[in-house]
């Protein structure tokens, strides 16, 4: 059993920060990468950013320079930092995990957390 454990969502201001968190647990097996996905009411899910193990990252567009993630591997956890916040970014906030255990890859999610950037 793996679990996600997400934090740090929230309700800001425009122009503001917040950071969330994930902590992966359970029979995580090799973890391949970890990420960040948003869905906004009527949209579909996208992704926002992600960290290989090996420490490479990939953004979306419209977040580049305003977001960071980063990894404790030590911790299983990942991490999104949130700067220069605007209302379109408000979305439920979802961290996902990548890994594998001998031959088989597995993703799993995390149960959302909420952010709002109010104007």
């Known amino acids: 059993q793996v679990q996600l454990l997400e934090s740090g969502g929230g309700l800001v201001q425009t122009g503001g920060s917040l950071r969330l968190s994930c902590v992966a647990s359970g029979s995580i097996g090799s973890i391949n990468a970890m990420g960040w996905y948003r869905q906004a009411p009527g949209k579909q899910r996208e992704l926002v950013a992600t960290?290989?193990?090996?420490?490479?990252?990939n953004y979306l567009d419209s977040v580049k320079g305003r977001f960071t993630i980063s990894r404790d591997n030590a911790k299983n956890t990942v991490y999104l930092q949130m700067d220069r916040l605007n209302p379109e970014d408000t979305a439920v906030y979802y961290c996902?995990?990548?890994?594998?255990?001998?031959?088989?890859?597995?993703?799993?999610w995390g149960q959302g957390t909420q952010v709002t950037v109010s104007s």
């Open positions: 960290i290989t193990n090996g420490g490479n990252t």
């Open positions: 996902k995990l990548d890994t594998r255990r001998g031959w088989n890859r597995f993703n799993y």
